[in-house]
């Protein structure tokens, strides 16, 4: 996943505190809720009316329509594939359909505009690195696009069809080849190491927290794990009929699988329970995203205390700070953290913090 900030600024001294914590501290989400993008790569209406859609979860299953494209005339959508969201929240779509374009839309599925027409003929799968460029799997290349629109080829292969990408957590790009059954790495300079052979149509790729590797593999429905010594794992088999397709986790560790032959979206959690998240409102679901609601940052006051915290039940975030937003840089905090709380005895200066999400 994409680094995601959540910020909350408070001077620590003590009046001070007091009064920012009392004006922000609702401005924040709470807990492991989440926001899933699914593209519906088939149409609906007829040859004259036909229209698709970008489907919208939230953590519940509760579906509703992102974006849309109102008519044949005027296709912003057609034949979507791939949607990548970046650290503002906005959500990018390539279409394969009536030429190739990547969309952009803001969080609300508005103000649609043209981010590219990018120099391919069949965009599948799409990333963006730490830096905001955008990655995107074109039949034997990868194009990359900077935050502009302005792009170039990031490394090209033999015959493949290259589909679902994924960044690990040292930046290396990783890429499923679907014509030849690869799943191949490229490290920051485009060099390719081919690292797995697992055939059967691989997809969708995603990292979970441990660094293991999900591929969700169309070609005989199941969905398989490699560690970093490409041990492989049974993770679930989902049926000779299905054809999963897109992979993502969300906060909590469970991860969500587009389901293209049944129009669905499977759910499995950290021990490999496999449930069904939703059916409503999916017509050839590809890829999708999950972006993460932050949680809510707190400040309590104990004595000459300062209580920063966090809920308990929440992970995988890191408490940072800074003395000076105009200068010099975030850094994890370097004190104690315990179950999402750490004290500040006795909160002098000036200190700032955020949680981050790497």
């Known amino acids: 996943m994409k ?8 001077a620590l001294a003590l009046p001070v505190l007091l009064t920012l914590n009392s004006q922000l501290s609702t401005a924040f989400a709470q807990g492991s809720a989440f926001t ?3 593209a519906n ?3 609906y209406g007829g040859i004259n009316t036909r229209y698709f859609t970008v489907e919208q979860f939230d953590s519940q299953g509760n579906a509703s329509v992102f974006a849309t494209n109102s008519s044949f005339s005027n296709p912003i959508l057609s034949s979507p594939e791939a949607v990548a969201i970046n650290s ?3 959500v990018y779509v390539d279409c394969s359909q009536d030429n190739t374009w990547i969309e952009e839309f803001d969080s609300s599925g508005n103000n649609p505009a043209r981010f590219v027409n990018p120099t391919v003929n069949y965009p599948a799968g799409m990333v963006f690195d730490g830096s905001g460029n955008l990655y995107v799997a074109n039949n034997n290349s990868i194009e990359v696009y900077n935050p502009a629109g302005e792009g170039n080829v990031f490394a090209t292969t033999g015959t493949a069809f290259l589909e679902g990408l994924a960044f ?4 290396n790009l990783w890429v499923a080849d679907e014509y030849n059954g690869l799943i191949e790495e490229r490290d920051t300079g485009g060099t390719l190491t081919t690292f797995a052979s697992p055939g059967h149509n691989p997809y969708g790729l995603a990292f979970d927290k441990s660094g293991n590797l999900y591929v969700a593999l169309a070609g005989n429905g199941n969905i398989i794990k490699y560690d970093s010594n490409t041990n492989q794992t049974l993770v679930a088999a989902l049926g000779s009929s299905a054809q999963p397709v897109g992979l993502a986790f969300d906060p909590a560790g469970n991860l969500y699988v587009s389901e293209y032959a049944s129009n669905s979206i499977v759910k499995i959690d950290p021990k490999n329970n496999v449930t069904t998240f939703a059916t409503n409102g999916l017509n050839g679901p590809f890829f999708l995203a999950i972006k993460a609601a932050s949680p809510k940052l707190t400040i309590t006051y104990s004595g000459n205390q300062a209580i920063v915290s966090w809920p308990p039940a929440v992970t995988g975030w890191k408490l940072q700070t800074h003395n000076n937003l105009a200068t010099g840089s975030w850094g994890n905090y370097t004190g ?3 179950s999402n709380s750490a004290t500040i005895s006795p909160p002098t200066g000036i200190l700032f913090f955020r949680l981050s999400n790497p």
């Open 3 to 10: 680094t995601k900030f959540h910020h909350f600024f408070v």
């Open 36 to 38: 899933m993008y699914v």
């Open 41 to 43: 790569s088939l149409n």
């Open 88 to 90: 503002s929240g906005h």
């Open 168 to 171: 690990d957590a040292a930046g």
């Open 336 to 338: 104690t953290v315990v």
